[in-house]
Nanobody
């Protein structure tokens, strides 16, 4: 069982920045696919930023150019740098990890995880991000 622990959430004014962290209990080679998802008030959970086993990254259109996903393999920490935050970025942010073959097939992407695809294998408990106008 892989455990994921998020941190770094909080309240910030619009156009501010936050950096989320997700510490994994196992090395990243165990779960080569990692990513950040979020669920805003009244919305379904959606993919925000993903990184696969090859290091390829994928972003939701709404955060492209503002958010950046990265990971420190030695520390087993996944990051999400969020800049120019908008009130619509408010929500619970979840770290997720996957160990399936899609980690190297190109399927671990925002588009690849569309309706009908299997959810990630592991989830963190989430960290709240609130952006005020």
């Amino acid at each position: 069982q892989v455990q994921l622990a998020e941190s770094g959430g909080g309240s910030v004014q619009a156009l501010g920045s936050l950096r989320l962290s997700c510490t994994a209990s196992t090395p990243f080679y165990v779960t080569p696919c990692m990513g950040w998802f979020r669920q805003g008030p009244g919305n379904e959970r959606e993919g925000v930023a993903l990184i696969d086993g090859t290091g390829h990254t994928s972003y939701a259109d709404s955060v492209q150019g503002r958010f950046m996903i990265s990971r420190d393999n030695d520390k087993k920490v996944l990051y999400l740098q969020m800049n120019s935050l908008y009130p619509e970025d408010t929500g619970m942010y979840y770290c997720a990890a996957d160990r399936s073959s899609r980690c190297y097939s190109g399927s671990w992407s925002i588009q690849g995880l569309g309706a009908g695809s299997a959810p990630p294998d592991f989830w963190g408990q989430g960290t709240q991000v609130t952006v005020s106008s």
